[in-house]
């Protein structure tokens, strides 16, 4: 497994798990409290000790194959981030001005999850890209 793999699976753990305790939390403490679940998430800084060699510390030299799927995978996140945020802004002005509300506002404490959820897409994204990019490069190295 590549240190790029190892960096995703721990990506794709951490999220797991902060979506469990999110779930936990939401039944105790109600939703908009559990999302500080997702703080759990900061262990993403972390992952780039799996691009760092176990002696020395000095970083792990990447190919060519691995630093083209690493620009792929980010520029998948960073597309998947603009179209899921399209969605959270235009959903609920869809909804609220269905309902004839002229003054139809949203509450600024929901604002931020905006940034944190954009957060989530790109990196969720960028790690399940570099999976299936991964598995894709391998399938087509026993063709």
């Known amino acids: 497994m590549t240190p790029l793999q190892k960096m995703a699976w721990f990506n794709v753990i951490v999220f797991a798990v902060a979506l469990v305790c ?7 403490l109600g939703p908009y409290p559990a999302c500080s679940a997702f703080a759990l998430c900061a262990a993403w800084g972390f992952g780039d000790r799996f691009l760092r060699r176990r002696r020395g510390g000095d970083t792990v030299v990447l190919d060519e194959r ?34 004839g509300s002229q003054a139809a506002t949203i509450r600024a404490e929901i604002l931020p999850l905006f940034v944190v959820g954009g957060m989530l897409v790109v990196w969720m994204a960028r790690s399940i890209a570099i999976l299936v990019l991964y598995g894709r490069s391998r399938a087509n190295e026993h063709d």
């Open 22 to 28: 999110y779930s936990v939390l939401a039944v105790l």
């Open 66 to 99: 691995d630093l083209l799927i690493q620009r792929t995978a980010i520029r998948m996140g960073f597309g998947a981030f603009w179209g899921c945020f399209v969605l959270a802004c235009m959903i609920p002005w869809a909804i609220l001005t269905r309902l």
